[in-house]
């Protein structure tokens, strides 16, 4: 299953190439356990800082699932923050909430 989940991520951050405001990025972890995410993103509405993007992920640590996503984005000048709500297809997780934010140089 996390072969499959990470296949299917990876085929479709080669195919959003074709769309010019999306996103798609992979990252490998070794903690241990060796572990992995994907995601594939479009951005679905944009008004100069904020943006609303769908998406789906793939990943398989702490246990393997794909959910699609809705992220809410702020990206301004020196920094950004994201809410992003997510429900996985498969397996026991319930809705998922992540909050992110970093900054910009």
């Known amino acids: 299953m996390r072969l499959l989940s990470l296949l299917l991520a990876l085929v ?3 195919t959003g190439a ?3 405001s999306g996103r798609a990025a992979c990252r490998v972890v070794y903690a241990p356990p060796l572990w992995g995410v994907c995601y594939a993103e479009q951005v679905v509405w944009a008004q100069d800082p904020l943006e609303v993007a769908v998406g789906v992920e793939a ?3 702490p246990e393997a699932q794909v959910a699609p996503y809705t992220l809410i984005g702020l990206y301004l000048e020196g920094w950004w923050a994201t809410l992003e709500v997510a429900r996985p297809l498969l397996g026991a997780s319930p809705w998922r909430w ?3 934010a970093g900054v910009r140089w």
């Open 18 to 20: 074709a769309y010019a």
């Open 59 to 61: 990943r398989t640590w």
């Open 12 to 14: 479709l951050m080669w």
């Open 98 to 100: 992540a909050i992110g």
